[in-house]
C-alpha cells in the first residue's frame, strides 16, 4: 500500500491529543467519588465492571481517528489487473520428438493439458492465438477471446509426421510477433502510418513460447526471432521442456530432427532475457502445470493503482457507530 498525500499524515498527531484529553476527564472523574460520605451507599450502587470494557468505547473512538488520518492521505493499493485490449500468442512445439515420454504421459499431451490450463487461469476477454511448429510453422487459431474455441483448438494440435521435419524457433517467434502486431494495429494501438513494428503498451501483447529441442530447420535464427520480438516491444516467455537426457521413444532421424532430443535451454533462455520475458525449464507435466498457471495468473494482466480511500472511511464509520452504540452499556455514568 502507498500514499498519494502521506504529508497528510501529519493528522495523526490527533490520536495523542485526544488521548491526553482522556486521560486528562479520567483523572477529573476519580474525584466524583468524594460526594459519597458513605462509602457503602457508593460501593452499592457505583456499578462493578472490568476496565477493558470502560476503556472500549474510547479505543473505538481512536481507532476512528487513526482511520481518517490515513483516509485524508488517500491510500493506494497496487495489484495485478486485466488489460483491455491484451493479446497472448501461444507457440508450441509439435516436431515428432513431442512424442517423447520422459515428460508424462508425453511431451505433447503434457504440453496440450498445460495450455488448457492457462486458458483457465487467463481472464475470459483475452485474446488468444494459437500457433505451432516443426519445420514448418501453422496458425492453428487468430487471436480471440471465444476461450471455448481454443480449447478445441488445442485439443486438435497434432504431432508432424509429413512435410518439413525439425524445429524452426526462429521462423515460430517472427510468425507470433507478426499475429501480436497484427493484433495491437486492429485494437488502434499503433499509430497510422508507423513503423512495421509499433512499441506495445504494456502488458498489451505477449508470447508464450514452448519447445523441446533445439533450431535445425528454418530460415531465421532464433536470435533473429528474439530481435523481431524486441523491437516490437513484446516480451517472450519460454519454456524448455523435456528432461537433459530426452528418454522416452528413440525415433531415429538424425539431423532432420526426427525422434527424442533434450531441450535446448540456452536458446530459450536467451529469448527470455532479450524479450524482456522469463525462461521456465519444465523435467516433468507437474513442472509445466505449475509454470503455466503461474503465467495465466500473470500475462494479460498489468499492475495498476486503485485509491482505497473508501476502505479507510468505512472502517472509521464503522468505529464511531460501535462507539456511540456500546458507550451507553459499557461505560454507565454514576447517578
Known sequence: MSLERPWLLVTLLLVPAALGAYLLLARRRQRYPV???NLEVLGAVAPHHPVWRTHLPTALLGLALVALAIAVARPELRRLAPVERATVILVVDRSRSMEAQDVRPSRLAAAKA????FLERVPRRLQVGIVTFSGDVTVVASPTSDHERLE??????????AGYGGTAIGDALARAVELGRDAMRERGLAAIGSSPAP?????????????????N????????????????????????????????????GGGFGFGNRAPDPATLRM????????????????????????????????PRTTEITFAFVGVAALA????????????????
Open 35 to 37: 460526594r459519597f460520605t
Open 114 to 117: 498445460a495450455a488448457a490450463a
Open 152 to 161: 478445441r483448438s488445442v485439443a486438435t494440435i497434432g504431432l508432424r509426421w
Open 199 to 215: 512499441a506495445n503498451v504494456e502488458g498489451t501483447v505477449t508470447i508464450l513460447f514452448l519447445s523441446d529441442g533445439r533450431q
Open 217 to 252: 530447420r528454418g530460415i531465421l535464427p532464433p536470435s533473429e526471432g528474439a530481435r523481431l520480438a524486441a523491437e516490437a516491444g513484446i516480451p517472450v516467455y519460454t519454456v524448455a521442456l523435456g528432461t537433459a537426457t530426452g528418454g522416452g521413444r528413440p525415433g531415429g
Open 271 to 302: 529469448i527470455a532475457a532479450r524479450t524482456g520475458g522469463e525462461f521456465f525449464r519444465a523435467r516433468s507435466s507437474t513442472a509445466l502445470s505449475a509454470a503455466y498457471r503461474d503465467l495465466g495468473s500473470r500475462l494479460g494482466r498489468a
Open 320 to 335: 464511531l457507530a460501535a462507539a456511540a452504540l456500546l458507550s451507553p452499556f459499557l461505560s454507565p455514568r454514576l447517578p
